[in-house]
């Protein structure tokens, strides 16, 4: 077997001899195109630039620019497969002749990648350099605003601009410079780890003509810790009305991490109050608590003792929730179940308010929350003074993950009959993969196992009920091995593979579970509605607006064949055979290779024999006889 550079030699070679005897026939542009195209596919083919592109641009722009950019490599080879430069060698003066066309026509795209080729071989802080050199000489020589942009526009690269560049930019032409020296200005870290120094100069001239946008995003990406905590003090003695002092703080609150936030913020509550309580809020993240508790950062704990003495309630739940570590949560909620000077309402109002998410982080297609755990112990006092807070606002502060079970929580609530809190404990436990090795887990999954079971032979009715609303409180994609899942977990075995026939007796149970987030139960639902019994395919017929969404959207070929059985069972009448015949067209339309195209064509060949009024033009059986 030929490694990846035996094979990139190998493709190399090939896509040479290719292109000269391309190259040599007397081809149209259109033909030329077609030909590139195919050697296009080619693994080696962009590295290759230098015996295509000039050749191509020069011979018809038009033409073959979209092709080049498709094909634009990153870095270029030679035949031989080693790195080499385009703009040394034989091909030197051709392409620089190249990047030179392409600036004087202003074709910004083409231009920043053959840029960005010609400097392959250097460093990165080299290229930076180069980068900004070629820079400021083309600026200095732009005369108008609109050829000082152009220049901007073509050297608009993921590079970062040093003070020296930035102040000869901003001298030429501050309203043009000012948003691409926010794009490329460094941040905090670079100053701090590399040892470069605070941008005074562009601070300071950008202050002399008013630029207050240019010099507070400097100030914020670029202040040390130290210097914004003498500024925000200085801010919080020099303004005397709060909203006034607010904003400021706001405007020079930095962009970066901020490693003792803790101590200002703390200072600042003690010389302005409730002044400063709507900045504090909004930047609780910045304090953190640390490893050692008090030992640590003993801020936050002074910040907490102040809230608490001077009843800001808002700001203690804030740093509890945000800020606290996990035990010190859990030992300000003990302290105030244990707190008998309270009243019963005032213990309620302030458990309330610690309650809930702590912060919350959004990505693109997922997100994250933090939730501050109890114990299993503070769990079960805070369950047996307020049972209604642990069902509603503090159930996601005893759910049952890599904290723990919850064993004695679990024991409490069956012990109370507390439906709605073992079904929440249930749906949690249900996704663990336990392990083999003796833990909590085990006397949790074994209780629970047992009181649905014992519930199931009792009341099916009841079950079903039961086992839908747990399996839909079961979030999306937290099931990760199903396989494993039932194999370990005697509770999941018992609701997803046991007890599967018993959901027919609940209509609205098998409704929730084709709406649940998470696939294996919906897949769950499939196999319920594909039953071969009447009371499913009277289910399967109720809810055919339901299923035939598993026709065009991405499954899985075995969930997608659960659901083509209960669509199976769906078309009970040709109403509801013509709902689905349509449907059933689209789907054979899809791309998508590994859709079961056979199985969906025996549901559509079945509903047609049933209802021959559903056929179309092409789908009625054409009988021929005798000529006359």
Known sequence: METPQQRLERESREVEQALRGLFALPLDDGQLRQGMEELGKRWAFPRLLALWGPGLYFRNRVVFRPFILAHFPVFTTDVSGRASSPFEGPSAHLFKQWLEE????????LFRRLYSLQHQGLSWEARSVRWREDLRARYATARTRVERQAVLNRFDLPLLIDEATALALYAADPDAARPFLLAHL????????????????????ARERGDEALALELYRRQVSEKVWHRDALALCDSIPEPGALVEALER???????????????ELARRRGQDVLPY????????????WGRLGNRDLFQLVDLAREQGWWGLWAGLMRTSATPHTYDAEVVRLLKDSRLPEAEVRRRLL?????????????????????????????????????????????????????????????????????????????????????????????ERLSSHYTALLERSPEAFASRAGNVLGKVPAFAIRNYAELVRRNRLARLFFERAHASYVVDARAV????????????????????????????????????????????????????ALGALRNAARDESAARQLVGRIRDAMDLPDKRYPKEALLGVLAEL???????????ERPVVYGEAP
Do not use: C
């Open 511 to 562: 409704r929730d579970m084709l709406e649940s987030p998470q696939i294996h139960v919906q897949a769950l639902a499939f196999r319920v509605l594909a039953w071969d019994d009447d009371r499913a395919r009277v289910l399967a017929a109720r809810n055919v607006d339901l299923l035939q969404a598993a026709l065009l959207r991405p499954l899985h070929r075995k969930t997608r064949v659960m």
């Open 280 to 291: 504090l809020l909004r930047h609780l993240r910045d304090v953190r608590q640390g490893l």
């Open 608 to 618: 047609l024999h049933r209802w021959p009024a559903l056929r179309g033009p092409t």
């Open 102 to 109: 392409v600036e004087r026509r202003e074709d910004v795209e």
């Open 353 to 445: 308010l610690l309650a809930g998410v702590g912060q919350e982080l959004n990505f693109l297609g997922f997100g994250l929350v933090q939730v501050q755990p109890l114990t299993d112990d503070t769990a079960v006092r805070l369950y047996e003074r307020f049972p209604d807070l642990v069902r509603g606002p503090f159930q996601a502060h005893v759910s049952p993950g890599w904290v723990g079970a919850y064993p004695k929580l679990m024991a409490r609530a069956i012990e109370r009959e507390d439906e709605s809190l073992v079904d929440f404990l249930a749906s949690r436990v249900v996704m663990v993969p336990i392990s083999p090795e003796p833990s909590s887990w085990h006397p949790v999954v």
């Open 186 to 205: 460094p941040g905090y870290w670079r100053f701090a780890f590399m040892g470069s120094s605070y941008w005074e100069k562009l601070f300071a001239q």
């Open 252 to 266: 020079h609150h930095p962009s970066h991490w901020l490693n003792e936030a803790g101590g200002t913020y703390l």
